[in-house]
């Protein structure tokens, strides 16, 4: 069982049952600005996203006190990188609580002590500064400028690329 607990948080695996609340910003047009992955148009396209997860590092943010799912987040290894990627998105209406920084910080320390994890990195489109702002709280380092894509190609993003190394 992956669990992790924050302060205000249980981090934990989706379920199907999650489904509405993940499709709040899944369905989103201005959470899925630059994300790569398309807007979900309905809530089965999210059943069947949560439904491919498997046994990926993808955690529920859950609410402590309603239970309610208002974000999800990703630990991943890429071989290309040697490293861990981190990836979070949240519910527009829990912006600017400081939960995606809490729940980024947990899942690093998650990975560190569970999967041995030393090298992590992460990227944010440069027009995406809330995303930089919780990349620099988790004590990662600008590395490079690069760009990323769309899963369907149909947008480029200009990004920050940044890493961090645990001892
Ligand atoms: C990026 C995202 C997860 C941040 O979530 P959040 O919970 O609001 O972030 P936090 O509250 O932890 O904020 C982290 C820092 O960024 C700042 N911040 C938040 N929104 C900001 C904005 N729109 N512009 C600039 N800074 C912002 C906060 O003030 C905070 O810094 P502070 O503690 O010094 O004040 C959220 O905006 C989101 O889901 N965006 C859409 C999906 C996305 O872009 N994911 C990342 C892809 S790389």
Redesign the pocket.
């Known amino acids: 069982m992956k669990i992790i607990e924050t302060e205000r948080m249980i981090l934990r695996s989706l379920t199907i049952n999650d489904a509405k609340d993940v499709f709040e910003?899944a369905g989103d047009p201005i959470?899925n600005?630059?994300?790569p992955y398309p807007l979900h148009e309905n809530v089965h396209q999210t059943e069947e996203w949560i439904s491919t997860l498997g046994d990926k590092n993808e955690f529920a943010f859950s609410l402590k006190d309603t239970g309610k799912v208002i974000?999800s987040g990703s630990i991943t290894y890429r071989a290309e990188y040697k490293a861990y990627e981190l990836?979070?998105?949240?519910n527009?209406k829990?912006?600017?609580?400081?939960?995606?920084?809490?729940a980024a910080k947990a899942m690093i320390q998650w990975a560190y002590q569970v999967l041995s994890a030393h090298d992590f990195f992460?990227?944010?489109?440069n027009a995406?500064?809330?995303?930089g702002?919780?990349i620099i709280?988790c004590g990662f380092q600008f590395d490079k400028y690069g760009q990323y894509s769309r899963y369907d190609g149909s947008e480029m993003f200009e990004a920050s690329y940044y890493t961090l190394h645990l001892e």
């Open positions: 910003w959470v600005r630059y994300m974000g990836g979070y998105n949240l527009r829990f912006w600017g609580k400081g939960y995606a920084t809490e992460a990227r944010h489109a995406n500064k809330a995303s702002n919780v709280k």
